[in-house]
C-alpha cells in the first residue's frame, strides 16, 4: 500500500512539472511569430514585439538611441524589412516603429487587460546577448509601479523577478494567456551583477502609448535623487539627524540642476513649498510639470550647511 502511494504521489509530483512546461511551449508557440529583433546599423541590439497586424511595432527607446538611422526588423516570420520611427516616449523608455505597408496582416500580440497579481508567472520573449528567441520565465514581484534610473532618466517601472540580459531590452512581457503585460527595458544589477530583478514599463503606459501614437516629452532636472536610508552607513552619518529629504547623484554636467548650482550629495529639502523623502511621489510631481516650468528647491548640503532656495527651469527628457 505504501509502495502504491509513494508512486501515486510521485506521478502527481511529475504531472504538477509537466503542466507548467506544457504551458510554458504553447505561450511560446503563441507569441513567437510576433516577436522580432531590432537592428541598428545592421547590428542587433534589442528586442520588440508586433502590436497591431498593420505592423505597428514596440520597442525599448534606449535600443533604437544609437548613431545609426537605419532601423531594421528581423525575425523567421516576417524575415528582414526596414523600420520606420513613429513616436518616442523616453520617461517610458518605449519607442513606435511601423514595419512596411503591404504585408498586412502581420502577427501581432494583444494588449492584456490587466497586470496579473503579485506572485502570479510572466513570460519574456526576446534575444539576449545574441541568443534569438528565447523564451524567460519570471513572476510578478509587485503590481505599483516605481521610477527605475539609468541612461539618463526616470522610467516608470513594475519589478518583476527574473534576469532580463542585455539584448532583451524590448522584448513583451507576457501573461499565460500570451497578452502583453510589459516592456523589457532594465535589470537591477550591482558590481557583483545581476540581482535576479528586472524593470518592464507597466501596461497602462504601454497602453496610452500605441493608441496615441505621438511623442511624449517630460520634465526632468538631468540628475538623480535617491532616498537617504538608501545611502551607504558612513555618508548617513554625515547627515543632520532629522534630515528629511532626497540626496542628488549623477548630475550631469552643463545640465539645468548643474547650472543652478546643485552637486552630487546636495539634499533637496524641498521641492515647490514640499518636502518629499520617497522617489515616487517627488517625480510624480515632476510628471505633472510640462519642460521648461519653474521648479523652486531648497536644498544644503549633505552635512545640512549651505542651506539655500534657488530656481531653475525643468529640462525636457525627450
Same mark, same amino acid.
Given at each position: 500500500?505504501?509502495?502504491?502511494?509513494?508512486?501515486?504521489?510521485?506521478?502527481?509530483?511529475?504531472?504538477?512539472?509537466?503542466?507548467?512546461?506544457?504551458?510554458?511551449?504553447?505561450?511560446?508557440?503563441?507569441?513567437?511569430?510576433?516577436?522580432?529583433?531590432?537592428? @541598428?546599423?545592421?547590428?542587433?541590439?534589442?528586442?520588440?514585439?508586433?502590436?497591431? !497586424?498593420?505592423?505597428?511595432?514596440?520597442?525599448?527607446?534606449?535600443?533604437?538611441?544609437? !548613431?545609426? &538611422?537605419?532601423?531594421?526588423?528581423?525575425?523567421?516570420?516576417?524575415?528582414?524589412?526596414?523600420?520606420?520611427?513613429?513616436?518616442?516616449?523616453?520617461?517610458?523608455?518605449?519607442?513606435?516603429?511601423?514595419?512596411?505597408?503591404?504585408?498586412?496582416?502581420?502577427?501581432?500580440?494583444?494588449?492584456? &487587460?490587466?497586470?496579473?497579481?503579485?506572485?502570479?508567472? @510572466?513570460?519574456?520573449?526576446?534575444?539576449?546577448?545574441?541568443?534569438?528567441?528565447?523564451?524567460?520565465?519570471?513572476?510578478?514581484?509587485?503590481?505599483?509601479?516605481?521610477?527605475?534610473?539609468?541612461?539618463?532618466?526616470?522610467?516608470?517601472?513594475?519589478?518583476?523577478?527574473? +534576469?532580463?540580459? !542585455?539584448?532583451?531590452?524590448?522584448?513583451?512581457?507576457?501573461?499565460?494567456?500570451?497578452?502583453?503585460?510589459?516592456?523589457?527595458?532594465?535589470?537591477?544589477?550591482?558590481?557583483?551583477?545581476?540581482?535576479? @530583478?528586472?524593470?518592464?514599463?507597466?501596461?497602462?503606459?504601454?497602453?496610452?502609448?500605441?493608441? #496615441?501614437?505621438?511623442?511624449?516629452?517630460?520634465?526632468?532636472?538631468?540628475?538623480?535623487? #535617491?532616498?537617504?536610508?538608501?545611502?551607504?552607513?558612513?555618508?548617513?552619518? &554625515?547627515?543632520?539627524?532629522?534630515?528629511?529629504?532626497?540626496?542628488?547623484?549623477?548630475?550631469?554636467?552643463?545640465?539645468?540642476?548643474?547650472?543652478?548650482?546643485?552637486?552630487?550629495?546636495?539634499?533637496?529639502?524641498?521641492?515647490?513649498?514640499?518636502?518629499?523623502?520617497?522617489?515616487?511621489?517627488? +517625480?510624480?510631481?515632476?510628471?505633472?510639470?510640462?519642460?521648461?516650468?519653474?521648479?523652486?528647491?531648497?536644498?544644503?548640503?549633505?552635512?545640512? #550647511?549651505?542651506?539655500?532656495?534657488?530656481?531653475? &527651469?525643468?529640462?525636457?527628457?525627450?
Amino acid at each position: 500500500m505504501s509502495k502504491y502511494l509513494f508512486t501515486l504521489a510521485l506521478f502527481c509530483s511529475c504531472l504538477v512539472c509537466l503542466i507548467p512546461q506544457s504551458r510554458a511551449q504553447s505561450i511560446y508557440k503563441k507569441i513567437s511569430p510576433a516577436c522580432i529583433e531590432i537592428l @541598428v546599423g545592421g547590428r542587433l541590439d534589442g528586442s520588440g514585439v508586433i502590436v497591431c !497586424p498593420t505592423g505597428l511595432v514596440l520597442t525599448a527607446c534606449h535600443v533604437i538611441r544609437k !548613431p545609426s &538611422k537605419r532601423l531594421e526588423a528581423f525575425s523567421p516570420k516576417v524575415g528582414r524589412k526596414a523600420l520606420q520611427l513613429i513616436a518616442t516616449n523616453r520617461g517610458s523608455d518605449m519607442a513606435l516603429l511601423k514595419l512596411p505597408g503591404g504585408n498586412a496582416p502581420y502577427p501581432a500580440l494583444a494588449l492584456a &487587460k490587466q497586470i496579473p497579481p503579485a506572485g502570479k508567472p @510572466v513570460f519574456l520573449l526576446g534575444s539576449p546577448i545574441f541568443r534569438h528567441h528565447l523564451l524567460i520565465r519570471g513572476s510578478i514581484a509587485r503590481k505599483t509601479q516605481t521610477y527605475s534610473w539609468y541612461n539618463g532618466g526616470f522610467t516608470n517601472t513594475i519589478p518583476i523577478s527574473a +534576469i532580463g540580459a !542585455p539584448g532583451s531590452s524590448g522584448g513583451p512581457w507576457v501573461n499565460q494567456k500570451g497578452e502583453i503585460i510589459g516592456l523589457q527595458v532594465a535589470t537591477v544589477t550591482t558590481s557583483k551583477g545581476h540581482q535576479g @530583478v528586472s524593470s518592464a514599463v507597466p501596461l497602462p503606459s504601454i497602453r496610452r502609448f500605441i493608441s #496615441e501614437k505621438r511623442n511624449v516629452s517630460v520634465s526632468s532636472i538631468q540628475a538623480a535623487v #535617491e532616498e537617504l536610508w538608501a545611502q551607504p552607513t558612513q555618508l548617513i552619518r &554625515k547627515m543632520p539627524s532629522d534630515a528629511k529629504g532626497l540626496l542628488l547623484r549623477q548630475v550631469a554636467k552643463d545640465g539645468v540642476a548643474d547650472k543652478a548650482g546643485l552637486r552630487n550629495e546636495d539634499l533637496i529639502l524641498k521641492a515647490n513649498g514640499k518636502n518629499y523623502t520617497r522617489i515616487e511621489p517627488f +517625480i510624480r510631481m515632476m510628471r505633472s510639470m510640462k519642460p521648461g516650468t519653474t521648479l523652486k528647491l531648497e536644498v544644503s548640503s549633505v552635512t545640512g #550647511e549651505n542651506r539655500r532656495g534657488l530656481s531653475l &527651469k525643468t529640462a525636457s527628457l525627450d
